[in-house]
Protein backbone atom coordinates (compact mmCIF):
# COMPACT_ATOMS: atom_id res chain seq x y z
CA UNK A 1 0.00 0.00 0.00
CA UNK A 2 2.02 3.31 -1.25
CA UNK A 3 -0.89 5.74 0.00
CA UNK A 4 0.13 5.19 4.08
CA UNK A 5 3.88 6.23 3.67
CA UNK A 6 2.87 8.72 1.57
CA UNK A 7 0.63 10.06 4.13
CA UNK A 8 3.48 9.31 7.31
CA UNK A 9 6.15 11.41 5.09
CA UNK A 10 3.95 14.15 4.59
CA UNK A 11 2.71 13.92 8.66
CA UNK A 12 6.75 14.13 9.60
CA UNK A 13 7.50 16.69 6.95
CA UNK A 14 4.27 18.76 8.59
CA UNK A 15 5.70 18.21 11.95
CA UNK A 16 9.01 19.64 11.07
CA UNK A 17 7.72 22.85 9.06
CA UNK A 18 4.35 23.54 10.95
CA UNK A 19 5.68 23.09 14.61
CA UNK A 20 9.32 23.85 14.48
CA UNK A 21 8.78 27.53 13.77
CA UNK A 22 6.66 27.42 16.69
CA UNK A 23 9.05 27.04 19.38
CA UNK A 24 11.17 29.74 17.92
CA UNK A 25 8.30 32.93 17.73
CA UNK A 26 9.38 33.80 21.77
CA UNK A 27 12.65 34.04 20.99
CA UNK A 28 12.76 35.95 17.92
CA UNK A 29 10.61 38.55 19.41
CA UNK A 30 12.37 38.55 22.70
CA UNK A 31 15.89 39.70 21.25
CA UNK A 32 14.12 43.29 20.22
CA UNK A 33 15.59 45.87 22.00
CA UNK A 34 13.69 48.79 20.13
CA UNK A 35 10.65 49.69 19.26
CA UNK A 36 11.58 49.00 15.42
CA UNK A 37 13.14 45.69 16.25
CA UNK A 38 9.82 44.55 17.92
CA UNK A 39 7.72 45.60 14.75
CA UNK A 40 10.04 43.68 12.58
CA UNK A 41 10.45 40.65 15.22
CA UNK A 42 6.08 40.64 15.25
CA UNK A 43 6.48 40.62 11.36
CA UNK A 44 8.67 37.71 11.35
CA UNK A 45 6.48 35.93 14.06
CA UNK A 46 3.19 36.62 11.59
CA UNK A 47 5.00 34.71 8.71
CA UNK A 48 6.24 31.82 10.84
CA UNK A 49 2.90 31.43 11.99
CA UNK A 50 1.87 30.99 8.30
CA UNK A 51 4.02 27.59 8.73
CA UNK A 52 2.67 26.92 12.16
CA UNK A 53 -1.13 27.14 10.80
CA UNK A 54 -0.53 25.03 7.39
CA UNK A 55 1.47 22.78 9.14
CA UNK A 56 -0.82 22.33 11.89
CA UNK A 57 -3.50 21.24 10.04
CA UNK A 58 -1.98 19.47 7.45
CA UNK A 59 -1.02 16.85 10.70
CA UNK A 60 -4.35 16.65 11.84
CA UNK A 61 -5.62 15.82 7.95
CA UNK A 62 -2.88 13.06 7.67
CA UNK A 63 -3.03 11.96 11.22
CA UNK A 64 -6.61 11.39 10.71
CA UNK A 65 -6.58 9.70 7.22
CA UNK A 66 -3.68 7.10 8.65
CA UNK A 67 -6.28 6.43 11.33
CA UNK A 68 -8.97 5.34 8.57
CA UNK A 69 -6.73 3.70 6.80
CA UNK A 70 -5.48 1.39 9.90
CA UNK A 71 -8.95 1.90 12.61
CA UNK A 72 -6.47 0.22 15.23
CA UNK A 73 -4.81 3.26 15.62
CA UNK A 74 -8.34 3.97 17.76
CA UNK A 75 -7.43 2.26 19.92
CA UNK A 76 -4.33 2.83 20.89
CA UNK A 77 -3.98 4.69 23.62
CA UNK A 78 -0.82 7.30 22.48
CA UNK A 79 -2.83 7.91 19.73
CA UNK A 80 -6.03 8.94 21.11
CA UNK A 81 -4.00 11.12 23.65
CA UNK A 82 -1.80 12.35 21.23
CA UNK A 83 -4.79 13.32 18.79
CA UNK A 84 -7.29 14.98 22.20
CA UNK A 85 -3.57 16.74 22.99
CA UNK A 86 -3.36 18.41 19.65
CA UNK A 87 -6.55 19.21 19.50
CA UNK A 88 -6.39 20.95 22.60
CA UNK A 89 -3.22 22.87 21.91
CA UNK A 90 -5.51 24.00 18.37
CA UNK A 91 -7.64 25.35 20.82
CA UNK A 92 -5.41 27.57 22.39
CA UNK A 93 -5.25 29.57 19.00
CA UNK A 94 -8.64 31.08 18.97
CA UNK A 95 -9.53 30.69 22.46
CA UNK A 96 -6.30 31.65 24.84
CA UNK A 97 -3.84 33.18 22.33
CA UNK A 98 -5.79 35.69 20.32
CA UNK A 99 -7.24 37.49 23.43
CA UNK A 100 -3.91 37.87 24.34
CA UNK A 101 -2.16 38.67 21.08
CA UNK A 102 -4.52 41.52 20.10
CA UNK A 103 -4.04 43.91 22.40
CA UNK A 104 0.24 43.60 21.43
CA UNK A 105 -0.91 44.17 17.50
CA UNK A 106 -3.10 47.01 18.65
CA UNK A 107 -0.27 48.54 20.95
CA UNK A 108 2.31 47.69 17.88
CA UNK A 109 0.29 49.92 15.20
CA UNK A 110 -0.91 52.56 17.40
CA UNK A 111 2.19 53.29 19.97
CA UNK A 112 4.32 56.17 18.66
CA UNK A 113 6.34 57.34 21.67
CA UNK A 114 9.85 56.53 20.30
CA UNK A 115 12.66 53.89 20.12
CA UNK A 116 12.24 52.54 24.07
CA UNK A 117 10.34 49.36 24.02
CA UNK A 118 7.35 50.66 27.27
CA UNK A 119 6.86 48.29 30.37
CA UNK A 120 2.98 47.89 29.15
CA UNK A 121 4.36 46.08 26.57
CA UNK A 122 6.48 43.51 28.77
CA UNK A 123 4.00 42.94 30.50
CA UNK A 124 1.07 41.98 27.87
CA UNK A 125 4.02 39.70 26.31
CA UNK A 126 4.57 37.92 29.88
CA UNK A 127 1.27 36.60 29.61
CA UNK A 128 1.02 36.02 26.13
CA UNK A 129 4.59 34.06 26.16
CA UNK A 130 3.27 31.91 29.52
CA UNK A 131 0.22 30.90 27.58
CA UNK A 132 2.97 30.07 24.27
CA UNK A 133 4.88 27.97 26.45
CA UNK A 134 2.25 25.93 28.00
CA UNK A 135 1.55 25.01 24.37
CA UNK A 136 4.58 24.24 23.00
CA UNK A 137 5.00 21.83 26.09
CA UNK A 138 1.74 20.25 25.17
CA UNK A 139 3.27 19.75 21.46
CA UNK A 140 6.55 18.63 22.73
CA UNK A 141 4.35 15.29 24.62
CA UNK A 142 2.53 15.35 21.54
CA UNK A 143 5.56 14.51 19.39
CA UNK A 144 7.19 12.10 22.52
CA UNK A 145 3.68 10.72 21.99
CA UNK A 146 4.37 9.74 18.66
CA UNK A 147 7.57 8.64 18.43
CA UNK A 148 7.76 6.63 21.34
CA UNK A 149 4.19 4.86 21.52
CA UNK A 150 4.43 4.23 24.92
CA UNK A 151 0.83 2.53 25.62
Known sequence: MFLYPFLL???VFSAILGMG????MIPVVKKAKTMSQLRQAYQIRNQLHIFVMIGGTLLLVTGLLMGYLHPYLFSRGWYITSLLLFLTGLGFGPTVLS???KPIKQFLKEYDGGEEIPAVYYEMARKLFLFERMESAL???VIALMVLKPF
Not at 21 to 24: I, N
Request: glycine residues 8%; without cysteine; positive net charge.
Open 139 to 141: FLV
Open 9 to 11: TVH
Open 21 to 24: PGFV
Open 99 to 101: PRS
